[in-house]
């Protein structure tokens, strides 16, 4: 996850860059530090420093670095002669390489060549089951060949070897949210939240996945999941302050009678109704109106 300070320095750079100010091999390199792919971005001031042989001889062992990522971003412009003049020259300089034997999974994937990048892919893996890279390529791919399940299979079967990565549980989990599979979402949910327990967005997921289980025990978890997020966040997510007044409002048709549950919901309804009213004021006052309206709806005492 890019910190702020780090974005803030790659949109100051990348303006910089843009203006003519130079440091284009600085931009270039952080984007590679924080995993970032501005593919058009890439090839605009990439290219131009492997076509110019003194630029291209300063960079060092890092002129080999530029190549892969022009040639990442190459096929990801669908600029296949491009990114097939890198993989040679790669190849050339690092003949047997895995790592380019990635890329050439990878264009083949470009090409929509699926068969051939599965079997490619498969070989890969043969020489190192615990290559992340390939993994999570075909995950990628089973993605855009629309199969959803297939994709589930590969991450499951991933994950039972990377259990701490978090960004692949969270892939999961909105895969199976895509499929209406919530039980399985909230499975995935639960272990973020358990490797992460501060991160706000997890809770938000969370919470939303087991409002739309629904039922009394699950409404009463999932409010206790969007409370979290609003501590979290310090009480300026406004969708956790609206998954709060749906949830509270469920809870009170569902729990008529119960004193307790009654009670609480409604305090907690009442203060994010408050915060919500506040914040769109401050923010979007033209829309407030119809945010009141959708409150009254749930019944809520404003």
Same mark, same amino acid.
């Given at each position: ?105 990878? #264009? ?5 060549? =699926?068969? !051939?990048?599965? @079997?490619? /892919?498969? *070989? %890969?893996?043969?020489?190192? &089951? ?31 070897? #990377? ?5 692949? =549980?969270? !892939?999961?989990? @909105?895969? /199976?949210? *895509? %499929?209406?599979?919530?039980? &399985? ?118």
């Amino acid at each position: 996850m890019v910190s702020k300070t780090e974005e803030e320095q790659l949109n100051r750079l990348e303006n910089q860059v843009d203006n003519g100010g130079g440091g284009a091999w600085e931009y270039l390199s952080l984007l590679i530090k924080l995993k970032i792919r501005r593919s058009d971005k890439v090839l605009k001031y990439g290219v131009p420093i492997l076509n110019d042989h003194k630029k291209r001889s300063a960079l060092g062992p890092e002129e080999w670095t530029l190549y892969e990522q022009v040639c990442i971003a190459a096929m990801d412009c669908h600029q296949l002669d491009l990114s097939k003049d890198c993989i040679k020259v790669l190849k050339k300089k690092f003949p047997g390489s895995r790592r380019v034997g990635r890329l050439e999974a990878m #264009f083949l994937e470009a090409k929509g060549l =699926w068969s !051939e990048a599965e @079997e490619a /892919y498969t *070989s %890969l893996l043969e020489d190192n &089951q615990f290559d992340q890279v390939v993994h999570k390529r075909r995950v990628a791919m089973a993605k855009a060949q629309g199969n959803l399940s297939g994709a589930i299979e590969l991450l499951n079967k991933y994950l039972e070897i #990377f259990m701490a990565d978090h960004e692949a =549980w969270r !892939e999961l989990a @909105e895969t /199976y949210v *895509s %499929l209406q599979m919530y039980k &399985q979402a909230a499975f995935c949910y639960e272990e973020l939240i358990l490797a992460q327990p501060t991160v706000p967005l997890y809770h938000l997921a969370y919470a939303d996945v087991l409002y739309t289980i629904g039922g009394l025990e699950n409404l009463q978890a999932a409010k206790k999941y969007y409370a979290a997020a609003i501590d979290l966040t310090g009480g300026k997510n406004v969708r956790a302050l609206f998954g709060m007044c749906l949830c509270a409002s469920a809870i009170g048709h569902l729990a008529k009678g119960r004193n307790k549950e009654d009670k609480e919901s409604l305090e907690l309804q009442t203060l994010s109704a408050v915060a919500l009213e506040k914040d769109y004021k401050q923010t979007s006052p033209s829309k407030l109106p119809l945010v009141s309206s959708c409150l009254r709806s749930l019944k809520v005492p404003l």
